[in-house]
Nanobody, 114 residues
Framework: QVQLVESGGGLVQPGESLRLRCTVS????????MAWYRQAPGNERQLVGH???????VYDAAVKGRFTISRDNAKNTIYLQMNSLKPEDTAVYYC????????WGQGTQVTVSS
């Protein structure tokens, strides 16, 4: 059974940074396109960006230039480096496979507030 475990969230002030981690068990991510999503209160889950096996990345316009997705295939883990955080980045962040998603993990809460 594939499991996704997100971690690294927290409460930060505007302009600060966070690095989220998503560890995958039960499936090898090496050749998979991986993605980060986020869901703000009252909103639907939205795609933040995705990362191909060749490290090609695509980002939502709202985070482009501030967020970076990376992967460590040896650890079966992907990361989301978030810089210059804004209050509108407040959400629960999730990872999943971009194609053929699996059941969602619990996510990790990111709150950006002064």
């Amino acid at each position: 059974q594939v499991q996704l475990v997100e971690s690294g969230g927290g409460l930060v002030q505007p302009g600060e940074s966070l690095r989220l981690r998503c560890t995958v068990s039960g499936s090898d991510i090496t050749h998979r396109v991986m993605a980060w999503y986020r869901q703000a209160p009252g909103n639907e889950r939205q795609l933040v960006g995705h990362l191909a096996s060749n490290n090609y990345t695509v980002y939502d316009a709202a985070v482009k230039g501030r967020f970076t997705i990376s992967r460590d295939n040896a650890k079966n883990t992907i990361y989301l480096q978030m810089n210059s955080l804004k209050p509108e980045d407040t959400a629960v962040y999730y990872c999943n496979f971009y194609y053929m998603s699996v059941p969602w993990g619990q996510g990790t809460q990111v709150t950006v507030s002064s």
